[in-house]
DNA sequence: ATAGGGTTAG
């Protein structure tokens, strides 16, 4: 995700964020506060809430002991290492390829591309030619960053001087076309390509294309790819079944996960840590917390070892449907086992006590973390943010993006968006437009769903236009929510002709979670003939209409009280109509 | 070293 400041070093974000907070502070109509008179403030915005008195935030909030349990434990890991950040500029150790690349992977990592650009630029022009590993690392920065064209540029270039591209960059490319473009016959174009330039697939390009698939729902292609696998004598490893585990578990198939993950051992290839936590995580999503406690249980028997990301996803599990107090106890079990909390643990628990408690008390968390030395980070930001959007703390949340800020956190993406969709909510269009078109914000996908959302439902379309004329279209792609979300709004205000001509002009053929939106919309909007003739025209064009779509329709009937009435023999036909009886 | 897992926003 691209951050919205392209620069970390503390001076260059204290200057940017001064002309983004000159625009949200009069977004808002609030001048800078000094933090007395935030304090101030507080007491008047008390009533309804329980906001914290100045007695509060200093000392111990009686309601719950969940962080200082949480700091005492992580107390016990004093050497806790951290990700290393370059600053912006840094220079290479020596001015060789290797420490080049050294360089470039670590901004590319901290999701600096245009970093990344600079010293490749250096490279060159200080006569150090680049090798087949930095060109990798250029284009896969490139690609991580939905920079497709330049991505393409660069690999042009360096077949044209000369070096030799390699397994792995053409799996890069792989990976941008299978993964971030979902144009699967451009990524088999792609191995093609590769054997005819004699440099055989391996397992991470194959790994790559299945992840890919499956991610776009596509389970059947992806086995498809697995056998064309063993075919050319290519094992597959771990990586390459941990797609279907995610496939599987995150359409609730969890029989079927169970049973991938038994195969997975008698073919001699156990599942890993990952695939256990994939599991773990379709456990907990869908409720089966006993059988995550079970397969926590047995994981010596059973031959892994779980790691902080188990702990992790399963804590987040439990927290989620309000297990605190068990999801402590696994967090001491995770102390017990040596495995350090992360900032991603203290994530989670922070959102947890917002939720469970208030968001006073989760913002009082994290500035005691800041005090303990607790590593922060955008996203602990980002979930006191949330919750203070929620109850429409607006002041707050200024106070909270300064102190970020003074910190040497840069507000994110999401950072923004969170901030957008309260105004909207909160009927503030024209502080939301303020902060969408500030200098230096990067909008992404979620920024266009949330504008497309809640400008179309308050009536503002031409407002809508406008904004979304001014976004790089082929930098922020159109994503399945983006699809359903248009439906949406389209149906509720009856406009039906309008969401079915959108459907037909969608790039993929017929996706079927717009169509079941679509059908949801149609059956609400009494538009039973409408829906029968698009399902015909689908059947027609040889597509399969799945159980989603049909289990919308129902529901959709159902609302609309025609499960009791005449209407349900349309159901029947529609449901022959995706059999294909009639 | 090019691939898979956990936290926040639609």
Not at 25 to 47: E, F, M, V
Not at 194 to 218: E, K, W
Not at 423 to 435: D, P, S, T, V
Request: contains cysteine; neutral net charge.
């Amino acid at each position: 995700m691209a951050a919205c400041i392209s620069s970390t070093s503390l001076p260059t974000a204290i200057r940017y964020a001064a002309t983004t907070l000159d625009i949200f502070i009069d977004a808002i109509r609030l001048r800078p506060r000094t933090r007395s008179s935030l304090r101030g403030h507080s007491t008047n915005c008390n009533a309804g809430h329980a906001a914290p008195t100045a007695d509060a935030t200093d000392g111990e909030l009686p309601a719950s002991d969940l962080l200082s349990r949480f700091s005492g434990i992580m107390k016990l890991f004093p050497n806790r290492s951290r990700t290393f950040f370059p600053e912006p500029g840094a220079k290479p150790f020596q001015s060789d390829p290797f420490h080049y690349n050294l360089l470039m992977k670590a901004f590319s990592r901290a999701g600096r591309p245009d970093e990344v650009l600079r010293l490749f630029r250096e490279m060159k022009e200080s006569k150090c030619d680049p090798n087949v590993l930095c060109y990798t690392t250029v284009i896969d920065a490139l690609v991580a960053s939905n920079r497709s064209d330049e991505a393409e540029k660069v690999f042009e270039e360096m077949i044209d001087s000369g070096v030799t591209p390699d397994a792995a960059s053409f799996t890069v490319l792989v990976k941008f076309y299978s993964f971030y473009l979902r144009k699967f016959d451009s990524a088999c174009e792609i191995i093609r390509w590769m054997v005819r330039s004699g440099c055989d697939p391996d397992v991470v390009t194959y790994s790559t294309l299945i992840a890919g698939l499956c991610r776009a729902g596509m389970v059947e292609e992806a086995w498809g790819v697995l056998d064309q696998m063993l075919q050319g004598n290519c094992s597959p490893n771990a990586h390459s079944f941990a797609p279907f585990l995610q496939a599987y578990c995150s359409q609730g198939k969890i029989e079927a996960a169970i049973r991938l993950m038994e195969s997975m051992r008698s073919i001699g290839c156990p599942p890993d840590s990952v695939a256990y936590n994939i599991l773990i995580n379709g456990f907990c999503k869908h409720g089966y917390f006993n059988e995550a406690a079970h397969l926590l249980e047995n994981c010596v028997s059973d031959g892994w070892e779980p790691d902080a990301v188990t702990y992790n996803t399963y804590i987040s599990g439990l927290c989620k449907v309000g297990r605190a107090e068990d999801a402590f106890k696994q967090l001491e079990m995770m102390l017990q086992k040596k495995l350090c909390p992360t900032v991603v643990t203290l994530n989670i628990v922070l959102d947890s006590i917002c939720r469970e408690s208030t968001v006073w008390e989760g913002n009082h968390h994290l500035e005691r973390s800041l005090e303990l030395g607790l590593e922060v980070d955008v996203v602990s930001y980002n979930t006191i943010i949330t919750r203070l959007c929620d109850i429409g703390k607006l002041s707050w949340v200024l106070k909270l993006v300064t102190d970020m800020i003074k910190k040497g956190i840069s507000p994110s993406t999401e950072t923004f968006n969170i901030m957008i969709r309260s105004l909207c909510k909160a009927g503030k269009f024209r502080k939301a437009k303020c902060i969408f078109t500030s200098r230096g914000f990067v909008a992404d996908t979620i920024t266009c769903n949330i504008l497309i959302h809640e400008f179309y439902m308050a009536g503002k379309i031409v407002e809508l236009h406008n904004l979304l004329s001014g976004v790089d279209m082929d930098k922020i792609r159109p994503d399945s929510i983006t699809y359903n979300t248009i439906i949406d709004c389209l149906c509720k205000k009856g406009k039906f002709l309008e969401a079915i001509n959108y459907l037909r002009s969608v790039e993929d053929g017929f996706p079927s979670e717009a169509v079941a939106h679509l059908a949801y919309g149609l059956v609400r909007g009494r538009k039973i003939g409408e829906l029968l003739n698009l399902f015909e025209e689908m059947l027609s064009q040889g597509l399969v209409l799945d159980g989603q779509a049909f289990s919308h329709l129902i529901i959709a009937f159902c609302r609309n009280g025609s499960c009791q009435s005449r209407e349900i023999y349309k159901v029947c036909l529609v449901l022959d109509k995706m059999l294909g009886i009639v």
